[in-house]
């Protein structure tokens, strides 16, 4: 008897591990032509920079002048561009597109054709070419940022300790500079107002940083957005015994208004 149920045990140990090493469906792996790509707002540098990648969204409004288009089909034998009305088209993966300051204010329709050699084992209907339209907003001067307004929560390493942080934007026309404004962000010193001059704005991100002016100094690396949670990542530099600390801080919170 002791025999015998040694014997199931072993059949049955040995179906198992078939299953734990059968292999998984080839198809599981494998993309239907697909023309989906994303709006990305940022420089050459920037798009090219690991640690600001995150933050860099996906958007239907742009601020910044400099737009980068990326198709989200990993292999193709041809991405063909047409960025609104222009002559020609364009081709890659990846394009960028400089808009001028004079164009403000406008709609543009982005087109993007993909062709590939089909893959009919995987997706029956797939015929290799696929086509996706996409329209943004280049926006004018001073009109409303994604990211402006009233965030209420706390730091990640201090979650009882609740502030509220409000960020806003102008822009001078006759300098013509970006005025990012900063209220209520900890500096290390009772002065908790700012305005800074520059650094990257774009319609759902903003980066910037300036000397504290006696305080810590402090940089803002960027929003995130997951959900109704906002993440915003601030840095605190200071100098002890002739040594820079750089620490990074993530304030986490809901947008009031």
């Not at 940022?145 to 209420?152: A, D, P, R």
């Not at 908790?192 to 803002?220: M, Y």
Request: glycine residues 8%; contains cysteine; hydrophobic residues 35%.
């Amino acid at each position: 008897m002791k025999k015998h149920i040694l014997i199931i045990g072993l059949i049955l140990l040995l179906v198992s591990c078939e299953k734990d090493t059968a292999p998984s469906n080839p198809c599981d792996t494998q993309q239907e032509t697909s023309a989906a790509f994303t709006i990305k707002e940022a420089t050459i540098q920037q798009i090219n920079t690991p640690n600001l990648k995150d933050f860099l969204m996906d958007t239907d409004s742009c601020y910044m002048n400099s737009v980068f288009f990326e198709a989200l089909q990993h292999d193709a034998d041809s991405f063909i561009w047409q960025i609104g009305t222009e002559p020609e088209p364009r081709y890659g993966k990846q394009v960028n597109v400089v808009f001028p300051d004079v164009l403000r204010g406008t709609t543009f329709t982005i087109r993007l054709i993909v062709k590939r050699k089909p893959n009919t084992r995987c997706f029956p209907n797939d015929d290799g070419i696929d086509t996706v339209t996409r329209s943004f907003y280049f926006l004018r001067f001073n009109e409303p940022l994604s990211w402006e307004g009233t965030y209420y929560g706390s730091d990640d390493n201090k979650p009882d300790s609740m502030y509220t942080i409000v960020l806003g934007h102008s822009y001078n026309d006759i300098k013509k500079e970006d005025i990012i404004k900063v209220f209520g962000v900890p500096r290390g010193c009772t002065d908790t107002v700012s305005e800074w001059i520059g650094g990257h704005v774009a319609f759902k991100n903003v980066w910037f940083q300036r000397d504290g002016l006696g305080c810590d100094q402090k940089i803002i690396r960027g929003i995130l957005k997951n959900g109704d949670t906002y993440t915003i990542l601030y840095g605190i530099i200071t100098v002890v015994d002739g040594r820079i600390i750089n620490t990074t801080i993530r304030f986490k919170g809901t947008k009031i208004n």
